[in-house]
């Protein structure tokens, strides 16, 4: 469709020391070094007496922190894994935010051949099957450590090979499947949600670029913010159910 640039597969910008670099790769630096430069400022002016930023954010760590703790129902669990759900909210969050700036998917160049195709130099991080994938394998990584860490090894595999009854090994199959599947479900979830919205947008600004967009641009705002909490909140639900011994 002319004027309309979709692309399921990130787009490759270069190479870096014979590795591909994609505009979606370049989008999570970019995003990382935004949240480890506002850490840092806002670290070096925290006072006692906190402002307007340093009392909002306060308030939503003390708030996250209290949640986890309350939902993992101890405290140094909450404290082994509030950095983990936090950083992965932030991140997502950050990274479907910068999506809206201006530039974002629209700034780029065009390559060479008989039908040179537009090729963005920036483009939503979680656009990529390969980034949320990545996320995913992270947080499964994560869930089987702390079942692991908190149940033990045996105990905890105790909960996917049951020989004590049929019905019991039966359930332990189905639990190992739907364990491995959080995988496609973390990764898809995100991906399809994202990258759905970037190609509305895309079609709706195409067709109508006055007026319209704006409200769907909020509406895609909200959205971003929601899935940022769906990952990060499954995280959490999940790791309670591996710390929580088999009944």
Do not use: C
């Not at 949320?132 to 105790?158: M, S």
């Not at 020989?163 to 995988?183: C, Y």
């Not at 971003?224 to 011994?245: D, M, P, S, W």
């Amino acid at each position: 469709m002319e004027g309309i640039h979709i692309s399921l597969k990130a787009e490759q910008i270069g190479t870096f020391l014979g590795l591909p670099i994609t505009n979606t790769l370049l989008m999570t630096w970019v995003a990382s070094l935004l949240i480890v430069t506002f850490a840092v400022v806002f670290s070096r002016k925290l006072v006692l007496v906190p402002g307007r930023l340093q009392t909002v954010v306060e308030t939503a760590v003390g708030g996250g922190f209290q949640y986890v703790e309350e939902t993992l129902e101890n405290r140094k669990l909450a404290r082994a894994f509030f950095p983990l759900i936090a950083s992965l909210f932030v991140f997502i969050l950050v990274s479907n935010w910068l999506e809206f700036i201006p530039g974002i998917g629209s700034v780029g160049f065009f390559g060479g051949g008989e039908h040179p195709e537009f090729t963005p130099i920036l483009r939503s991080a979680n656009t990529d099957i390969n980034v949320t994938l990545a996320l995913a394998l992270i947080v499964f990584v994560a869930i089987e450590a702390a079942g692991i860490g908190a149940l033990g090894a045996l105990k905890y595999a105790g909960k996917f090979v049951n020989f004590k009854s049929v019905l019991g090994f039966l359930i332990g199959i189905i639990d190992l499947f739907s364990e491995l599947a959080r995988l496609i479900s973390f990764s898809f979830r995100l991906f399809g949600n994202i990258f759905a919205g970037e190609v509305i947008i895309a079609i709706i600004i195409a067709f109508v670029p006055y007026f319209v967009p704006v409200p769907l641009l909020l509406f895609e705002v909200f959205v971003g913010f929601i899935q940022a909490a769906i990952f990060a909140l499954l995280t959490l639900f999940f790791i309670k159910i591996a710390v929580t011994e088999h009944h």
